[in-house]
């Protein structure tokens, strides 16, 4: 296929569907120093007609040429959308979108699972099973080469991405044992900007709560399908390959704080070799070398560290008298979990440096 940059030489129009929700609002913010990309029109139904700081008073002065549209309007000015609306709610525009010849990045679930899969959790019929095998799974990192000339990428989750990168690592090498333990803890912007009970101020303000614990979140099988995958065929993926999938328990948790995903992963490897804090770092800084948005470090991660970034750190640990692997990441979910990878998977798709309009370095306090 090429890259579009290579067949235009030009800025790529780019259209973004879901602009009012939280990822959209990290996209916008990305896209205005964006050197490869022209805003050629945002969705929001709430917002239609209205200007950017309307909805995003923060971006007030970077897209003064520009309104809300409807999504026809925005599909048919782009050439590559990225749609950050809810799974189910875009399907049928994602598609029409990729009928229609233009490329896609999809920040909703619905292109990350097999159609039975999907089906099996998310508890609906797949509309249009017939574009999965066409799509890849946006993870980067473990699938860049498929990427660069997708004409669908489905980007990960936030929970998945923490989760499948701290953990690839052993599953590349052999030693991710058959159960896995995954406990993630999640800032309230993973659930939305939608008000719910759940996630009011008074219910939320110094609280820490479970929630869908024990095989019930969504999210367990995108990081058992990653990981399969990557335990299978180890650094050379596909992405629909057969997979040699492991069993996740994934329990998450919401803590009262904005941005934000610690995840950390417990595993017994299938190893008899003796492993050390040192062997395991030395694994893990060989299997991200390069890798220019994930930060292998000897200390532990913390959520501030990563906060306003599009960048995940990483650590892990071995304890000597249960033999288990604890492997522990840290992220934003709004950036490396949904806006910042997507654009990451949309520069690969443009020929650019991945990097281009992304966030390295988190803000603190």
């Not at 329990?251 to 490897?269: E, Q, W």
Request: hydrophobic share 40%; with cysteine.
């Amino acid at each position: 296929m090429g890259t579009m940059l290579g067949m235009t030489m030009d800025r790529v129009k780019v259209g973004i569907l879901g602009a009012s929700g939280y990822g959209g609002a990290d996209l916008l913010r990305r896209f205005a120093k964006h050197p490869h990309v022209t805003l050629s029109g945002i969705g929001s139904r709430q917002y239609e007609g209205q200007r950017v700081d309307a909805c995003w008073p923060q971006l007030a002065g970077a897209f003064s040429d520009l309104t809300f549209q409807d999504s026809d309007a925005v599909i048919d000015g782009c050439d590559v959308l990225v749609s950050a609306a809810p799974h189910g709610s875009a399907t049928d525009l994602v598609v029409k979108a990729i009928e229609a010849g233009k490329r896609v990045v999809d920040l909703s679930a619905d292109f990350r699972l097999a159609p039975e899969d999907f089906e099996r959790w998310y508890g609906a019929t797949h509309p249009h099973p017939q574009h999965y095998p066409g799509s890849v799974y946006g993870l980067v990192e473990l699938h860049r080469d498929e990427i660069r000339d997708a004409t669908l990428v489905a980007n990960p989750g936030c929970y998945p991405t923490a989760s499948a990168l701290a953990l690839a690592p052993l599953a590349a090498c052999g030693w991710l044992g058959r159960d896995v333990i995954v406990s993630a803890a999640s800032g309230v912007s993973g659930a939305g900007r939608s008000v719910s009970l759940g996630t009011h101020y008074s219910e939320l303000n110094e609280n820490y709560k479970a929630y869908k614990i024990a095989g019930t979140h969504r999210h367990t099988a995108e990081i058992e399908t990653t990981l399969g995958r990557v335990r299978a065929q180890g650094r050379h993926l596909t992405t629909h390959g057969d997979a040699d999938t492991p069993l996740v328990s994934f329990n998450p948790h919401l803590v009262p704080m904005s941005r934000g995903i610690l995840a950390t992963c417990y595993t017994r490897p299938d190893t008899d070799k003796t492993l050390s804090d040192a062997r395991l770092l030395e694994l893990y800084k060989e299997f991200y070398d390069g890798e220019a948005l994930i930060t292998v470090q000897d200390d532990l991660p913390q959520t501030k560290a990563t906060y306003g970034s599009d960048r995940v750190i990483i650590s892990v640990r071995f304890d000597e008298r249960t033999g288990m692997v604890v492997a522990l990441a840290a992220e934003d979910n709004l950036g490396k979990g949904a806006a910042g990878q997507a654009i990451q998977n949309l520069n690969l798709m443009l020929g650019v440096d991945e990097g281009v309009g992304l966030e390295p370095y988190g803000v603190w306090p």
